[in-house]
């Protein structure tokens, strides 16, 4: 059984997206070389990124630190799992500024991180990127964009490539000069010269989307 490291040589990646695709080099000229590096070295625990994913969705992210702050003081913890959700009830977290629907979306976390049923650490070592996803979107208010998010930003997976995000499509519509953004569908083929490191060129996509005069904000669930 394979087992998959966490994050990747960002610098080896950005030589082989130049070799495989010159349409980038003009835009990196602008950008500069990138490196994720440093978020793929933090520490990591699956339910807490997953519970702080949900108290993000649909809003700034000062409001949503404001509201996941208050929620950790409440819990007396600064890590989020069954237990720690378990110890406040509906009311408290309402209190915290949590909505209905993110409560439940909590309490669905929790129940089935109790159950086992959410992969730990070490099992996301050995499962590759679909397996991944289609563990975790079961789990109310997790959706695939915001698994793909975690394989990308947490745990550093290199093949990468969200295709309903609106500033990949941007960014994809900027590097080729086109007059639409491409629809999703058409995304994998267009993509499939930057394999095996998609998650590179998605990281510089939205870089090129943010040349906007108004930055393109990333989908939601």
Known sequence: MARHKRGFDCQLATRCLLKSDAA???????????DLSAGWKKPFDV?????????YQQLSGKAAATIVGRVERAMGSVRFNHVSI?????????????SGNKTLALRDLARREAADEIP??????????QQIIDALVPTRGIGRWTVEM??????GRPDVLPIDDLGIRKGIQLLD?????????????RAECWTPYQSMASFY????????????KRSQD
């Not at 339910?47 to 108290?55: E, G, K, P, V």
């Not at 975690?150 to 745990?155: A, V």
């Not at 000069?177 to 994998?188: N, Q, R």
């Open 205 to 216: 996509l939205w870089r090129i989307a943010d040349f906007r005069k108004t930055p393109v």
């Open 150 to 155: 975690m394989l990308m930003f947490r745990l």
């Open 177 to 189: 000069g086109l007059d639409a953004m491409p629809a999703p569908k058409d995304l994998p083929e």
């Open 24 to 34: 980038f080099r003009p835009w990196l000229k602008r950008i500069g070389t990138l």
């Open 47 to 55: 339910s807490d990124a997953l519970a702080r994913a949900i108290l």
């Open 86 to 98: 378990g110890s406040l009830s509906d009311t408290e977290l309402r209190a915290c500024g949590v």
């Open 120 to 129: 730990g650490t070490r099992q996301l070592q050995y499962l590759d990127n």
